[in-house]
C-alpha cells in the first residue's frame, strides 16, 4: 500500500526568505509524484509533476528515490505562495483504470510580509 | 482553460436522504474520479471511472455510494441514505491519461444534519 506523510501541518515563513514543503512517501513500485496546491476557498490545483522536472511559480521538487522523498522547494517566497499544499503519489495503474491518488495531509503555507 | 464544473457548491441533507453530487469533466477526458475531504483530514480517493464502468474503488465506497455517466458529459455521485460522517468536501476531478495530472473542480460541500 501506498503512504504520503508531510510532517509538517502549519509552515510560516518571512518574504523573500526560502522554504521548504517536505513530503516523503512509501510505495513498492515506481510512483509517479505530485504537487498540488489549493488557494483559499478554491479548487485543488496541479503545480508540478516529477515527470515533466518543470519549476512553476518559481517552485521545484526533485524526486529522491533513495531517501524516498519529494521535497518542493523555492528559494524566495512571495505573499501569494500563501496556500494549502498537498503531495500525492500515483501508482501505476492497469491499462483501463485511472490510477488513483493517494494525498498527504497537508502543509498550510502561511509567507508574512 | 477548460475547467471541470461542480454543483451545487453546497448541499444541506437530512439524514438518511439520497443525494447526488454532479460533475462536468473536461469534454476530451476519458477518466473521471470522486474524492473526498472531511473537514481537517486528508483528501481520500473513492473511485474512478473509464469506459463507462468503475475501474477502481476504495474501502469508503460501499454500497451506499454509486455512480454514473448518464448522458456523456455528466458524471453523478449518489448517496443513496446519508450519515453524518459523509459531510466532507466531494470533489470531482478528470484526466485525459491514465495517469496523474487531474484536473479538479472545485468541490461540493455536504452538509448532512
Known amino acids: 500500500a501506498q503512504r504520503v506523510t508531510q510532517p509538517e501541518k502549519l509552515l510560516s515563513v518571512f518574504k523573500g526568505a526560502p522554504v521548504e514543503l517536505k513530503c516523503n512517501y512509501s510505495?513498492?513500485?515506481?510512483?509517479?509524484l505530485f504537487w498540488y496546491v489549493q488557494y483559499s476557498r478554491q479548487r485543488l490545483q496541479l503545480l508540478l509533476r516529477?515527470?515533466s522536472r518543470e519549476s512553476i511559480k518559481g517552485f521545484t521538487a526533485d524526486l529522491n528515490k533513495g531517501e524516498t522523498s519529494f521535497h518542493l522547494k523555492k528559494p524566495f517566497a512571495q505573499e501569494e505562495d500563501s496556500a494549502m499544499y498537498y503531495c500525492?503519489?500515483?501508482?501505476?495503474?492497469?491499462?483501463?483504470?485511472?490510477?488513483?491518488?493517494?494525498f498527504g495531509e497537508g502543509t498550510q503555507l502561511t509567507v508574512n510580509p | 482553460e477548460p475547467e471541470v464544473t461542480q454543483t451545487p457548491s453546497h448541499q444541506v441533507t437530512q439524514m438518511g436522504q439520497e443525494v447526488i453530487l454532479r460533475c462536468v469533466p473536461i469534454?476530451?477526458?476519458?477518466?473521471f474520479y470522486w474524492y473526498r475531504q472531511i473537514l481537517g483530514q486528508k483528501v481520500e480517493f473513492l473511485v474512478s471511472?473509464?469506459?463507462?464502468?468503475?475501474?477502481?474503488k476504495s474501502e469508503i465506497f460501499d454500497d451506499q455510494f454509486s455512480v454514473e455517466r448518464p448522458d456523456g458529459s455528466n458524471f453523478t455521485l449518489k448517496i443513496r441514505s446519508t450519515k453524518l460522517e459523509d459531510s466532507a468536501m466531494y470533489f470531482c476531478?478528470?484526466?485525459?491519461?491514465?495517469?496523474?495530472?487531474?484536473?479538479f473542480g472545485s468541490g461540493t460541500r455536504l452538509t448532512v444534519v
Open positions: 516529477h515527470i
Open positions: 500525492a503519489l500515483s501508482a501505476e495503474g492497469g491499462e483501463t483504470s485511472g490510477s488513483r491518488l493517494t
Open positions: 510505495y513498492s513500485g515506481s510512483p509517479e
Open positions: 476531478a478528470s484526466s485525459v491519461r491514465q495517469w496523474g495530472g487531474y484536473t
Open positions: 471511472f473509464y469506459n463507462n464502468e468503475i475501474s477502481e
Open positions: 469534454s476530451n477526458h476519458l477518466y
